[in-house]
């Protein structure tokens, strides 16, 4: 979502229906084509990664005894709830936690991105924001996702809300994907200008969000553990929505309620790595040699709870149970695809080949030469929980239609000025490699969505392919490949069959990166 806002305007005009949380999909099975089931187990499983279910599931108050419970722990509340949060789903959050904590709440602070309030209102998600007069504050700032005045003004507010707190006080903090940018408050003497300059610089020179959130922590009062350590003695329940693969809490938004375990080594190779030390700021230096010296080490957090309530697995664990009721064996390949889209893109070709001929032919199987090509493009992805043998397994064993699904974030590497974004470029890739071969007697289909509702600069979440669709794409006087040379998917998937392919859920409120479906029918 990091260039969503530019376009909010346009997309809050976007056609939508509304998400399928809780619809019992059993009862649209019969029969319903396969795109119709690919869309509606896409639009289910994105309908219960939305904020109010999320909350739901994850938090339930007493309104008698006034006893707030998270997970297995227990809280008791008498007005002395305080609510803090940052991130691009964190309007949505907060408003789902107004709506279910009412009275309790004394008051809260949000840092959200520019423009939300407005374009959550265009698209006519109510539920997505706050009652008129909320207790909540509402700062919107951190522009094309870079920490500017506006969030730092956000952030002190945070940080002065916590200070405030006691020992009799709860802390509530909601934090999603976005939230780094959404909290900048540094070091002094590094100043904003200089934080933003040198994480523009890293990202820029390829650093991973796990390098690019280590530098981030180490010159930010908040960061790595501080907000955490601003709210001591209060009790802290930190309210996570991962959009980083595997969900680890310490780097999502840069871990402000988990202490931090890297060492101003771990800063400097990190630096080095991106030819940056030799160039840093006075400012930056100073933090950093202080930090070596500190005798108080990292922030302490024994009284926190960190609880992540939407992440990409949960996502596609309710996907899998979508598909399971419409009669698929489903199988969850991986929460981490990464990599080159169109290595991933070549990955699920041959995955629907191979998966294919194991579901048709189990005894023949597919070529040892397909097999093992596979197996090789799976090692280059570098996917490390990748259950490829046993999805297989589990194909031969079918007998029956069979849905694989993954999720992740691939990368596209921008050459062209095309508009699109890398799950349509990942489902336009994919419907070129399925019509390289056939795939008799079964009907193949593959969607990639994202959760955001938002793929790229587009109004289109995502998009469905089908292994006719190059030729279908020739029949349109449509050249796919010279789309995919300008990286102009969303226009190709515009002009294809009207529109079709296209996915429109609306901004959803949410995100937890990309789902990817494989969808194999026997004919
Ligand atoms: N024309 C295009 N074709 C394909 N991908 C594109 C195009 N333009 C931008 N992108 C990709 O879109 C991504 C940015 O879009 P988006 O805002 O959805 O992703 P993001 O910043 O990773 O946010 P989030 O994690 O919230 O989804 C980048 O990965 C970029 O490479
Ligand atoms: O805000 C951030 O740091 C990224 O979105 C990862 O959570």
Redesign the pocket.
Known sequence: MAIALQVLRHFARAPSRPLLWGCPLTRLASGMALEEQARQIFESTVGAMLPGPMLQRALSLDPDSGQLKVRDRSFQLRQNLYLVGF??AVLGMAAAAEELLGQHLVQGVISVPRGIRAAMEHAGKQEMLLKPHSRVQVFEGAED?LPDRDALRAALAIRQLAEGLTADDLLLVLI???????LPAPIPPVTLEEKQKLTKLLAARGAN?QE??TI?KALSQLKGGGLAQAAYPAQVVSLIL???VGDPVE????GPTVASVHSVQDCLHILNRYGLRAALPRSVKTVLARADSDPHGPHACGHVLNVIIGSNALALAEAQKQAEALGYKAVVLSTAIQGDVKNVAQFYGLLARVAGACLTMPAAGTSVEEDKQLYELAAQLQLPDLQLKEALEAVVGAQGPVCLLAGGEPTVQLQGSGKGGRNQELALRVGVELGQWPLEPIDVLFLSGGTDGQDGPTEAAGAWVRPELARQAVAEGLDVAAFLAHNDSYTFFCRFQGGAHLLHTGLTGTNVMDTHLLFLRPR
């Open positions: 991130g691009k996702n999603s994907g976005g939230g780094s940018a959404l969000i690019l959130n981030r991962s959009d980083v780097v999502i938004a840069s």
